[in-house]
């Protein structure tokens, strides 16, 4: 059995934010990504939470990004917010932008935020569940490499494309979905890779395009989507909405881009806002409550709804003050540090 350490919020914190700061971001990236990560660490999610660290210095060796670029918001007289990431990771431009975001949603009923020329490697589900806790429901999503292949294809033209949703519920944990189009995340077969575990069968091809269960040879092929052709045309609609729909690049574009550099990829994210009580003629209330039945109808059948798991190990963590992560994992991270 693997051995664990108990790490507090404030050591998950403190820990990314030398991280960070040893592989050159600037104050105000590290702390935005140190927050990301503290969130995502402590709702147990460990493909995106202080293992993320090891991308995030990547990238920065990889010379590409910028650790001090400071977003620039455009002025807009409409529902879009734009917000140039000037080469930098993408959580700073978000929060930079995010105030702009919920005021043009409360103004119009909806808004989308647009992120431009940003890296990126984090969960969305922090993101989302921004906006729900303002009340508002939104759905974000990103590109990433091509690292995906479409149905029936055999090398990778799509990236793992996430798709991110948080409906607010009042007094309750919002309902959020969060999940890659790929049959796998990427971090989930680097974790695989990391544990010398098989994948499981169906969710990548070698570099022949043939079926395979060895991560390291899923890395050198394509992953496959999920649901055949109903993922792949979900993640090429992601691919249009966050790629030339927001004049950003595409996860092939994206990929082009790195040169083989590795990293984080490079691209844009698009996030849009609903207003529930504009959209249903200050009714939000009562319409709510509708809301409310069909989730008790679910959980009655003895389903469960997305993101349960992860808000009872939030709850449990925050209860006893700690999160557990690999010993193995915090040793690779301390040697970050030398």
């Given amino acids: 059995m693997s051995t664990t350490v108990k790490l507090t919020p404030e050591e998950i914190r403190d820990l990314s934010l030398k991280v960070l700061s040893h592989s050159g971001y600037g104050p105000d990236h590290a702390a935005a990504i140190a927050e990301m990560l503290t969130t995502c660490q402590l709702d147990d999610c460990q493909s995106h939470g202080l293992f993320r660290l090891f991308m995030c210095a990547q990238t920065k060796q990889a010379g590409k990004i910028d650790g001090h670029a400071e977003p620039v918001l455009e002025p807009s007289d409409n529902a879009i917010v734009r917000v140039d990431a000037q080469g930098g990771m993408s959580l700073l431009a978000f929060q930079k932008a995010l105030p702009v975001l919920i005021d043009k949603t409360r103004t119009h009923g909806i808004a989308a935020m647009a992120i431009n020329r940003c890296f990126h490697f984090s969960a969305l589900w922090p993101e989302v569940e921004s906006l729900s806790s303002a009340g508002l429901a939104a759905m974000a999503m990103v590109p990433s490499h091509s690292w995906v292949a479409p149905a029936g294809g055999t090398r990778g033209s ?181």
């Fill in 158 to 338: 799509l990236g793992t494309n996430p798709l991110a949703f948080s409906w607010p519920r009042m007094g309750k944990d919002p309902f959020t979905f969060d999940f890659a189009t790929s049959a796998f995340a990427r971090g989930e077969i680097e974790l695989y890779k990391r544990a010398g575990k098989p994948l499981p069968e169906g969710v990548a091809i070698d570099k022949d395009g043939n079926p395979t269960t060895d991560p390291q040879a899923a890395m050198d092929g394509a992953m496959l989507t999920f649901g055949s052709y109903k993922g792949s045309a979900l993640s090429i609609m992601i691919e249009l909405l966050a790629g030339p729909l927001i004049d950003d690049l595409t996860s092939l574009e994206s990929m082009e881009f790195a040169e083989g550099t590795g990293g984080a990829p490079y691209h844009g994210e698009i996030i849009i806002a609903f207003d529930p009580n504009q959209f249903s003629g200050g009714k939000a209330e009562a319409n709510d409550a509708r809301a409310e039945r069909l989730f008790a109808d679910i959980l009655d059948q003895g389903a469960r709804l997305p993101s349960q798991r992860r808000f009872a190990a939030r709850a449990q963590n925050h209860q006893r003050g700690y999160a557990e992560i690999p010993e193995q994992l915090h040793t690779d991270l301390l040697a970050l540090l030398v």
